[in-house]
């Protein structure tokens, strides 16, 4: 752990040294921080090396994968439905024999259970009220690899080392905008791509999640009708799918 924090320990070393006038407390943590470092170099300064070296050229090994897995990370991963890349923050992770488990935090609708007087027959929509939105988790996973690879080929990696990372952050927010926008209950005239499944019920689900983010890339059916985009349904008739 101490080895992936280096990074952060020396730019907080930097921070302290900065202070004109440290406090006793800030002193204390200074002569900590650099002891910490100090016992890190003299013990794991290959280690070090290396990562450093592979993170100049953003590349990593399964190895060392752990460097780039701190947690409180912002993390990109692809939608398995939309082919579009979504944002998560790394809140922990362990390593099993087939790989990486990461368990991550996004945002996301959140679904308002009914109250214990509220009748069966009453709307969802009548029961939200304003849109909610909150943290919800999801498990990411990076399967064992051979070798250097390239640290944006992997399933999931921090999104600092994406090419376009301001590019990527402004496509994020713009696509949040959107389904902040389209929460709730919207009728809506369609023509075009729907989704790459093929049973209706994909179709219609995967339409609806499309039309809510904007974003189809990896199409193969088409649609032509009017749709009714209702998030708080799809979550409760299919909440495994993202």
Same mark, same amino acid.
């Given at each position: 752990m101490f080895i992936a924090?280096?990074?952060?320990?020396?730019?907080y070393r930097d921070k302290l040294q900065c202070i004109c006038s440290r406090s006793t407390e800030?002193? #204390?943590?200074?002569?900590?921080v650099i002891s910490l470092l100090k016992y890190l170099h003299e013990?794991?300064?290959?280690?070090?090396?290396?990562?450093? #070296?592979?993170l100049h050229n953003k590349e990593i090994t399964y190895e060392l994968l752990y460097a780039i897995l701190v947690p409180g990370t912002l993390l990109v991963s692809t939608d398995t439905t939309t082919g579009e890349l979504c944002a998560y923050e790394l809140?922990?992770?362990? $390593?099993?024999?087939?790989?990486?488990? +990461?368990?991550?935090?996004?945002?996301?609708?959140?679904d308002v259970p009914k109250s214990e007087d509220?009748?069966?027959?009453?709307?969802?929509?009548?029961?939200?009220g304003p849109a909610r939105f909150g943290r919800v988790q999801r498990t990411l996973s990076i399967e064992r690899f051979e070798g250097v690879v390239?640290?944006?080929? +992997?399933?999931?990696?921090?999104?600092?080392?994406?090419?376009?990372?301001?590019?990527?952050?402004s496509v994020l927010l713009a696509r949040a905008r959107?389904?902040?926008? +389209?929460?709730?209950?919207?009728?809506?005239?369609?023509?075009?791509?729907?989704? $790459?499944?093929?049973? $209706?019920?994909?179709?219609?689900?995967?339409?609806?999640?499309? +039309?809510s983010v904007m974003l189809l890339t990896k199409p193969i059916r088409s649609t032509v009708g009017s749709w009714l985009i209702e998030v708080i349904p799809s979550q409760r008739f299919a909440p495994t799918l993202n």
């Open positions: 924090a280096h990074p952060q320990l020396l730019r800030e002193e #204390n943590t200074l002569t900590g013990d794991h300064g290959a280690t070090i090396a290396e990562i450093a #070296n592979l809140k922990s992770y362990m $390593k099993q024999c087939a790989g990486y488990a +990461l368990q991550c935090e996004t945002l996301d609708a959140i509220t009748e069966d027959s009453v709307q969802p929509e009548t029961l939200v390239k640290i944006a080929a +992997l399933d999931a990696y921090p999104m600092k080392h994406h090419h376009d990372e301001a590019g990527l952050r959107k389904w902040v926008d +389209l929460y709730g209950v919207h009728h809506m005239e369609y023509k075009g791509t729907a989704t $790459k499944g093929c049973s $209706k019920y994909k179709v219609q689900y995967a339409l609806l999640k499309c +039309l």
